[in-house]
């Protein structure tokens, strides 16, 4: 096979040389008497011409895949920058530059990832929103990914499809109004109330998201008449399952007519206090432990989709402020403002916590005791070699074996 191919590359090879076969058949003195502009026109330039132009479609691609993507991205992001600032009152969104000129999201990898952020609020700590697009500017990695995609579904990654993911992170601060007052037990009521999972998940991503998402991987699946047919609650335990219902507005009402105009694009939308990649030790699950809420979408850029996902943003901040209003004004520091979070469903979530984390702990400690077992297998192997170097294991070989020899004949006197 391998013989072929260099076949076949040589004979390629000496086409190529064949295209100038009769400028090279010329003398040094024929070539020394001919002009430059008749060496130019003996020259046959069609291999070279052929490398120009795959280098210029080279280039047209990368600019033309790096525009499409930074035109996607500003349909997107230009609206809900204006949004959050003008609208959800955050006091500071997206960056700003060395040269302190604005600047609405910052692209990264050659304009394949889009990321802005916004601070300042009253019961929300931050908002950031991540986009993916795929290479554009790169059409051969789009292609190997594409078929990766298709014929090793398991080896996929997130690099090969296009999703837009907003984090939203409770501060459990609650002002009535400008000169009200911050609360001081905001970070106790954020750490004790803000942790269980609660989730809208659209069936047709329902797989997929779970098997991608750890905090939905131990969520059970129910469905519900309150809920529109399209999406399945996913939550910790069923009297989680109403709580984005109960604390949005005309209690879930409109929330549900949201959910059936962004059925075409949004994934999920999740209340949780568990990452996405499920923590390998004590320490990286500790840190790990961060309430906050996931809308995770299809990456969008038309007018329509991006209105719509607006609403969907300030639902779930509605969501929040209502929750941390009840919060704070019913004094409560463990339990909520009503029954759908109580004190015993606090006290459960946090025992399912505890399991899975003994679940980590049980599987690091098994995979330390099968490195040790391998690093003790793997001196005694490397002992052995030694010993066979320096001829003392034939020695060690040869007493086990006289060892051996008296015990049998011990046994045999002792049957006699």
């Known amino acids: 096979m391998s013989t072929s191919l260099w076949g076949t590359f040589m004979g390629q090879m000496a086409s190529v040389n064949e295209l100038n076969a009769k400028y090279n058949a010329l003398t040094y003195e024929e070539q020394k008497a001919m002009t430059f502009f008749q060496r130019l026109t003996a020259y046959n330039w069609t291999f070279e011409l052929f490398a120009l132009g795959a280098l210029f479609l080279v280039v047209c691609s990368y600019l033309i895949g790096s525009s499409l993507n930074t035109s996607r991205a500003k349909n997107l992001f230009n609206p809900l920058v204006q949004y959050l600032k003008d609208d959800l009152n955050f006091t500071r969104v997206g ?11 910052v692209s990264q990898h050659s304009n394949t990832w889009f990321t802005t952020f916004a601070t300042g609020r009253s019961a929300i700590e931050s908002i950031t929103v991540r986009g993916h697009l795929i290479s554009r500017n790169n059409p051969t990695a789009v292609f190997m990914e594409f078929l990766i995609n298709l ?57 997929e998201s779970r098997d991608k998402n750890y905090f939905l991987s131990v969520t059970h699946i129910a469905e519900n008449d309150s809920l529109a047919k399209e999406y399945v609650y996913m939550g910790e335990f069923n009297q989680l399952n109403r709580f984005m219902m109960e604390y949005s507005k005309g209690k879930g009402e409109i929330l549900n007519k949201l959910l059936k105009k962004s059925v075409g694009f949004l994934q999920f939308i999740s209340f949780t ?31 329509k989709d991006v209105e719509i996902l607006k609403e969907l943003i300030s639902c779930v901040v509605e969501i929040i402020d209502n929750y941390t209003k009840g919060l704070v004004t019913k004094g409560t520091v463990a339990g909520t403002a009503d029954v759908i979070v109580t004190n015993e469903i606090l006290k459960k979530t946090k025992n399912l916590r505890a399991q899975e984390l003994a679940k980590i702990v049980k599987e690091m400690k098994m995979i ?24 003392e294991q034939e020695k060690i070989d040869k007493k086990m074996k006289e060892k051996r020899e008296r015990r049998q004949k011990n046994k045999q006197r002792t049957r006699m």
Do not use: C
């Open 95 to 105: 960056f700003t530059t060395a040269s302190k000129k604005a600047q609405t999201f």
């Open 151 to 207: 014929l090793f579904p398991a080896l996929s990654t997130e690099t090969a499809s296009e999703y837009a993911e907003i984090i939203i992170k409770p501060n459990g601060v609650h002002v009535a109004n400008e000169t009200s007052n911050v609360n001081s037990n905001a970070a106790t009521l954020v750490d004790t109330n803000f942790k269980f999972i609660s989730s809208i998940v659209n069936k047709t991503f329902m797989n």
């Open 273 to 303: 206090d568990l990452p996405s990649v499920r923590p390998m030790d004590e320490d990286e699950w500790a840190k790990s432990l961060v309430p906050h809420v996931v809308i995770r979408t299809n990456f969008v850029s038309s007018k």
């Open 368 to 391: 330390e005791m099968e490195e040790q077992k391998e690093k003790r297998q793997e001196e005694e192997r490397e002992r052995r070699r030694q010993l066979k170097k320096s001829g």
